[in-house]
């Protein structure tokens, strides 16, 4: 009895193991070629943000549904003139790099940035050759991230530290 308990247990494990992964569908969210978007930004001197994620990163989901999706925050990227990026850390389709305007693997472009957690935003600044700005590891609460589209987009960022500009509120 032991025996079969046992032979239907390994059964019942190796069956659900191969059943999951069968059956599960990767996701749309690196459906979007970000090199338009790159390209968009260096053409026409918008500020430039990658999102570096990785397919099952939980907080990146959430940045998606909470964030990026949203109709005010798709607003005030458009008014600040701010092109986003998805970034897959794993992925092997060639983008190009801001800065170096060279094309290489999604997987190289994350340790050239030394992309270690998920989601990392990198925003990069056209009026100084796409230059990185900063970097912000971790999600951001879609206030958070409004904030900063109104610092990059009032020119800000050029006088004053983010926390002063949110200080003041808001005012360079």
């Given at each position: 009895m032991r025996k079969v308990l046992g032979f239907l247990f390994i059964f019942v494990l190796a069956y659900s193991l191969i059943g999951c992964e069968s059956t599960d569908k990767k996701s749309n969210k690196f459906a979007v070629d970000p090199n338009p978007i790159i390209e968009d930004a260096i053409k026409n001197k918008k500020f430039l943000i990658l999102i570096f994620e990785s397919e099952n990163c939980r907080y990146c989901e959430k940045l998606h549904k909470e964030v990026l999706s949203q109709p005010d925050f798709k607003e005030k990227k458009i008014k600040n003139n701010v092109n986003i990026a998805i970034i897959?850390?794993?992925?092997?389709?060639?983008?190009?790099d801001p800065e170096t305007k060279e094309k290489m693997e999604e997987?190289?472009?994350?340790?050239?940035?030394k992309v270690t957690g998920y989601p990392t935003i990198v925003v990069f600044d056209p009026k100084d050759n796409f230059k990185v700005l900063f970097y912000q590891p971790g999600f951001i609460p879609k206030k958070d991230f409004i904030n900063i589209l109104d610092y990059l987009g009032s020119g800000c960022y050029e006088k004053i530290?983010?926390?002063k500009y949110i200080e003041k509120g808001k005012q360079c």
């Open positions: 897959d850390v794993n992925g092997d389709r060639m983008v190009i997987s190289a472009l994350a340790l050239v940035y530290k983010f926390d």
